[in-house]
Structures are given as C-alpha cells and as structure tokens.
C-alpha cells in the first residue's frame, strides 16, 4: 500500500484507492460493490418468517371448529352473564385526573436520575431541578385554583 500525495487516498498494490476510516484503517476497496449473497440471509429470514406467519394463521382457520351457537354469539365478560344494565357514563372529570396522574408520574421518572446523581451535580443540578419542580409547582397550584383536583 501507499498513499497517493495529491488525493491523500491510501492505494493497494494494484493502484485501486482503498477507503479508509478517520483514524487512517483501511476499509473496503472503492468501486467494490457489495455482495447479492450479503443481503440474500437477510431475505431468506424475511421470507421464512412471513411463510410461516402466513401458514399458521391459515392453519387455525382450517382447523378449528364451526360451531356458531346465539350464546357463542354473546360478548364474553368474566364468565358472568349481564343482568343489570350498564352504568352510567364516565364522567370527564375522571379522565382530567388521569392525565394529571400521568404527568406527575413522569415527573417523579424525570427526577429519579437527578436524585441518583445527587452528589456528582452539585449546585447546577440542584438549582436545574428546583427549577423543573418549581415549573410544576405553577402547573399544579394552578389546576388546584380552577377546581381541577376537586373531582368528586
């Protein structure tokens, strides 16, 4: 090998420019064209599984038993058949505490990683999340004066 002064390029012996990472390695030769054979184990996996997802679900179509009866028919709940009626709706309320659930849940995940690296942070750490608690804080005192939390 040696290296063409003009381009800089690493050349094999044969003169064909040789690729090379940052660090100076050699690599694949240029114009060297990848294989069919590379991509062709990937194809036979692709192939293979979607054969035999196909074939499986075609099997249980077949195999299975057709017996439809106004009971088979029914929605299945538990085993237990309905007598009451169904309840009333669900009111928005409750889904307004849901959500307010889910975002003090990932605050609680945001601020795990902050209480691990406790000691390595410092003042930056502790001041960046006072900050984030002191953001939520807003949000909730906030919700807490337009009756958000008042859902009863």
């Known amino acids: 090998m040696h290296t063409d002064l003009r381009s800089g390029m690493l050349r094999n012996l044969h003169g064909r420019a040789i690729l090379h990472d940052r660090a100076g390695r050699g690599g694949r030769e240029r114009g060297a064209s990848v294989s069919l054979v590379d991509y062709a184990v990937i194809g036979l996996l692709v192939l293979t599984s979607t054969v035999m997802g196909t074939v499986l679900i075609l099997l249980g179509h077949f195999v ?3 017996k439809p009866t106004p009971a088979k028919l029914q929605p299945y709940e538990s085993g237990v058949p309905d007598v009451n009626p ?4 669900i ?3 409750f889904y307004l505490v849901a959500l307010l659930f889910v975002v003090f849940d990932v605050e609680a995940i945001f601020l795990y990683p902050w209480a691990v690296a406790f000691d390595v942070l410092a003042l930056y750490g502790y001041l960046q999340a006072a900050l984030f608690v002191g953001i939520l804080l807003i949000g909730l005192l906030y919700e807490w004066r337009k009756g958000a939390l008042e859902w009863v």
């Open 64 to 66: 299975r038993p057709r």
């Open 86 to 89: 169904p309840r009333g709706r």
């Open 91 to 93: 009111t928005p309320r």
